[in-house]
């Protein structure tokens, strides 16, 4: 099955992104969740998929400042922590 997203919302407030995905679901995620399962390198384990990064080095107040398209298959996304590594596939999007 393929996971596309027609339209890819950055809510007002920049705390919440809303996806309308090609079946009609729509999916809603806070930027402190997205933050804090960001699957980049940096916080999970590549090797063993610990995760590294600790919930409560995420501050609460943490705010979506861009979103940008991988090819036609995640989202990169620029946090006000200043962190934008992480690759969010569609399908990881689904999963959450």
Request: aromatic letters at 10%.
């Amino acid at each position: 099955m393929s996971f596309e997203p027609r339209e890819i919302i950055l809510c007002d407030d920049n705390s919440r992104i809303r996806i309308i995905w090609s079946d009609g679901m729509q999916s809603e995620f806070e930027a402190l969740t997205l933050r804090r399962n960001c699957p980049c390198a940096s916080c999970v384990n590549e090797w063993t998929g610990e995760k590294m990064l600790r919930d409560e080095e995420v501050e609460a107040s943490v705010k979506i400042e861009d979103i940008s398209l991988v090819g036609r298959y995640a989202i990169n996304l620029r946090f006000s922590d200043g962190h934008e590594t992480g690759i969010y596939s569609f399908r990881y999007l689904r999963e959450l």
